[in-house]
């Protein structure tokens, strides 16, 4: 239809001053956008503590009983906060007058995973919305609210669409999702711990695709403010607390020399411990009034809080950058040894170049790199109902008696360059409790009560 080459004259605002062309007179619907979601700010605008989840918006015009949007009937659009916020997102869209049943397909979507950016039923919000029908000539003002709760939930379809909403868009949504868990820690962090911040972020990595299966899906997932220690615990940490170690862990010696715990000090006390079970991890802690960190909590931080591949952002790494790829095994591949230079094994904590995250309350060190880390999680398939959610808050997928299989995060000294990307995770069997000179481990204690 021809008059539908005018949707193009009103399109969506990107900024508070910008000029929109006057709407051609004849009728038409203003049809205007508002979501709960987080967008990113607008241009000039400094950025918030929570990051942008959503950032495109895709419109199609579908005429009556047609199943294709109409010629030059899509749009692809980039939103900001402060355009939703304000109830300024809207556009143009002509119509034959008195016809029914034109329809609009609404896409609201994460455009960062994949070279090629096409919506993802995982990350999108979307509603199919049947329009007014309108006169000869004079405006009708509809819109309708994408919120983030029907992600992984379209409202409508092009058969059997939802109504448009009387009047334009009121505004003030846009962010409100989020706002509940985007909070600061309560009180005061104990020596060596770092407040995270609470905040929603899209949890694991579809750039990875099906060759890492547990990693490549994506899920919103939400989560309370924490407080995580700033380094992996180290072997003089350990020793101060006191606690037995018999069987948790296998000391420094010629056998193991890539085992950095000793029973009295020795050059490795700025070390991180390795060769640790995961229960004298969660011994350790809970000394302290802590735990493990889960799995979200985990690759929150070492996302950068952002869905970040690494802690220092999405560049590759150098090999000052992080402290992997150092293996001493002649026999090991190419990836492992490429750094080998820099020294074999692990370094004291904090020794990588970028691998570290700067919050408001301090740094967090070896989020990549050093030693790969034990989480509080079992492990657990991302089909599993523990994860197979579109949005998660919290989660944690408990232990089970007996133990089959535990879950450990990050990349360590003896791993390439490809294993430092943050929403990597790997099963350890949990026969024996087994110990690794590649792990170690941190702790976590909630932050979101006095």
């Keep these: 239809m021809k008059a539908m080459r005018f949707i193009a004259l009103a399109m969506i605002t990107a900024a508070a001053g910008c000029s929109v062309e006057p709407l051609p007179p004849l009728g038409q619907v203003r049809f205007f956008i508002d979501t709960d979601a987080t967008l990113p700010p607008a241009p000039g605008a400094l950025p918030g503590e929570q990051p942008a989840l959503f950032d495109r918006l895709r419109i199609e015009i579908f005429e009556p009983g047609a199943s294709a949007p109409c010629a030059e009937c899509t749009r692809e659009l980039g939103l900001d906060h402060a355009t939703v916020f304000e109830g300024r997102a809207s556009i143009g869209i002509p119509s034959r007058p008195g016809k029914a049943g034109y329809r609009a397909r609404v896409r609201l979507y994460r ?19 049947l329009l007014p029908v309108v006169q000869e000539e004079g405006i009708i003002d509809a819109h309708v609210v994408l919120a983030t709760a029907d992600l992984g939930t379209p409202r409508g379809t092009l058969d059997t669409p939802v109504a448009a909403l009387a009047g334009p868009a009121e505004g003030g949504l846009a962010g409100t999702w989020a706002a509940p868990y985007d909070r600061g820690c309560v009180g005061a962090p104990l020596a060596g711990e770092v407040c995270v911040h609470g905040g929603a972020y899209w949890m694991g990595d579809v750039a990875l695709g099906s060759t890492y299966g547990n990693v490549s899906s994506e899920r919103l997932v939400a989560v309370a403010p924490y407080y995580l220690d700033a380094t992996e615990v180290t072997v003089a940490e350990l020793r101060a607390s006191g606690i037995k170690t018999t069987g948790a862990l296998i000391p420094h010696s010629a056998a193991d020399p890539h085992c950095t715990y000793s029973t009295k000090p020795g050059d490795l ?53 992080a402290v992997y790829a150092r293996s001493d095994d002649p026999a090991a591949g190419a990836a492992s040894l490429e750094c080998a230079a820099l020294g074999a094994g692990d370094a004291p904590v904090g020794s990588g170049a970028l691998d570290h995250l700067v919050l408001s309350g301090g740094t967090l060190d070896d989020l990549a790199g050093n030693l790969t880390e034990w989480v509080g999680d079992d492990w657990a398939e991302q089909t599993d109902p523990c994860w197979n959610a579109p949005i998660l808050v919290n989660p944690f997928c408990p232990p089970v008696t007996p133990p089959k299989a535990y879950t450990v995060r990050g990349s360590s000294w003896l791993q390439g360059a490809s294993s430092l990307r943050a929403a990597l995770r790997a099963r350890v069997d949990a026969t024996g409790d087994p110990v690794s000179k590649a792990i170690g481990f941190r702790c976590a204690r909630p932050a979101d009560m006095p």
């Design 269 to 321: 006390e700025d070390h991180a411990v390795s060769c640790v079970t995961r229960h004298g991890a969660l011994k350790y802690c809970a000394t302290r009034g802590a735990r493990l960190p889960t799995e979200a909590e985990w690759e929150f931080a070492a996302s950068a809080r952002r869905s970040a591949h690494t802690v220092w952002g999405d560049d590759p790494p150098r090999c000052e950058d």
């Design 111 to 129: 455009s960062a995973g994949r070279d090629t950016v096409e919506p993802r039923a995982t990350s999108t919000l979307e509603a199919v919305v």
